[in-house]
């Protein structure tokens, strides 16, 4: 099944996922309304401290400083 699904899209399950998870993540966080837990929560991460680690990889920022940029580079990327 991973051969397969590496094959029609070029990534493992795995890493499709948790590329899923931060754009559903991400267009919490670019709508600001509401807190981090519930963004994280919402967005499928285990606790608060796994999705502020897994978005500063993405994007090299924590999601509060992301938010508080609001660039409209920021809001593209999040499909606003």
């Given at each position: 099944m991973n051969t397969l699904?590496?094959?029609y899209t070029g990534l493992?399950?795995?890493l499709?996922?948790?590329?899923?998870?931060?754009?559903?993540?991400?267009?919490?966080?670019?709508?600001?309304?509401?807190?981090?837990?519930?963004?994280a929560y919402s967005?499928?991460?285990f606790d608060q401290a796994h999705f502020i680690k897994e978005f500063k990889l993405f994007t090299g920022f924590?999601?509060?400083?992301?938010?508080?940029?609001?660039?409209?580079?920021?809001?593209?990327?999040?499909?606003s």
């Open positions: 699904f590496s094959q493992p399950p795995k499709f996922y948790k590329i899923n998870r931060f754009q559903h993540s991400l267009n919490l966080v670019s709508a600001n309304e509401e807190k981090l837990t519930n963004v967005a499928g991460y924590t999601p509060n400083s992301f938010a508080a940029q609001a660039s409209p580079i920021n809001q593209a990327l999040a499909g």
